[in-house]
């Protein structure tokens, strides 16, 4: 951008020659010259010396370049790389910042993505849960049935084998009387009554 | 106690009896032989110790029963004493009546009772059991004070129960057996 300008104006080399043209010949002007309009405004209390203003610009017009390449351009050059560097950095911003817009349109969107997963989730895990409650109740009260009718069989039987022994506890009191009675009454004639019915009915295996 | 010893002298001893016909004889020789050796208790002791002289037991044997049974039957128990088999004599005995029975076609049964079976019950079970087993009946009877009533007939692996105890348990054993399928 410097050297552009740079070479847009006239060259410096130009100024400077100028320059020392105008400072040389202004203060041989100064000093060889006598102008009577000059000498007229000094008697009037107004000293004007045209060699020494002339001379001043030439002065001026060889400071020019140099002031410009020595101070000028390398400020112009900071900056230029400043406001580069600015710029960049500005791009930079607004690239991050763009990316940041984007990263939180993407948060923002995954977050309500997230938050739909998560109820869909905690829908899903409450559905399972009452399905699975369900299950459990329906396994506990088909255990219940289970067990109560396991109960029921077994107190059936548990009486079944009771009354089962009462009535052979009974059988053996009846007959244990029974035995005691009958050998309380058998006599001879009994017995030989006995033996012969005994005789009729029996089967000898050969 | 291993019967093949004594069946063997038992079978010895048949086989001279059943050549000489004299079974039944050889029989009875025993019986009294064995009753006598029952009857006296030192006698028995002498014969059946074995630490008492195989000769003199021999040489007692031959003077008490040598004029008295047969000598078939006298030869065989001094000839079991000198081969020690005093103990054998008994079950000798009881294997020699086996062999007969088996030869004359005889039941042996035991009919026990708690008194003394009636003569005429005893014909009556007698020809019962010989007509329905197709043999000649030898009955041993014996008396049981435990028992309520009735006899027990049991022979060879069969008891033909009528007592009074033995239908009371066959009526246990049927109402406990309806109690059970009910």
Known sequence: MSNAKQSSGPPA?????????????????????????????????????????????????????????????????????????????????????????????????????????????????????????????????????ELKASTAREIETQKQQAIAELRHYVVELALQATEKLVEANVDDERNRKLVADFLETVEAPR | MDQRVAGRYAQALFNAAEKAGAIAKVEEDLREVLASIDAHQGFQAFLMSPVSDRRK??????????????????????????????????????????????????????????????????????????????????????LDPTMIGGIRVAYDNYVLDGTVRGRLARLRDKLKSELQSA
């Open chain 1, 13 to 145: 080399i130009v100024g400077i020659v100028v320059g020392a043209v105008l400072m040389f010949g202004g203060f041989w002007f100064s000093k060889n010259v006598k102008l009577e309009f000059i000498s007229a405004l000094e008697k009037q209390g107004i000293p004007l010396d045209p060699g020494k203003t002339i001379s001043i610009i030439g002065v001026l017009l060889i400071l020019f370049p140099v002031i410009k390449f020595f101070f000028i351009a390398p400020l112009a050059e900071a900056i230029q790389n400043r406001t580069t560097e600015l710029e960049r950095t500005f791009g930079e911003a607004e690239n991050l910042r763009a990316e940041m817009t984007q990263m939180k349109q993407d948060y923002e969107r995954r977050l309500v993505q997230t938050e739909a997963d998560a109820r869909e989730q905690i829908q899903n895990q409450i559905k399972e849960a009452q399905s699975l409650r369900q299950q459990m109740m329906a396994d506990a009260a088909a255990k219940a049935e």
């Open chain 2, 57 to 142: 037991k021999s040489e007692l044997l031959g003077e008490v029963f040598g004029a008295s049974v047969s000598p078939m039957v006298v030869q065989t128990l001094r000839l079991m004493i000198d081969r020690r088999r005093e103990a054998e004599i008994r079950p000798m005995f009881a294997q020699y009546q086996e062999l007969r029975r088996n030869h004359e076609n005889v039941l042996h049964v035991v009919v026990t009772s708690r008194s003394e079976v009636p003569g005429d019950i005893r014909s009556r079970l007698i020809d019962k059991l010989a007509a329905q087993t197709g043999k000649r009946i030898e009955a041993e009877y014996a």
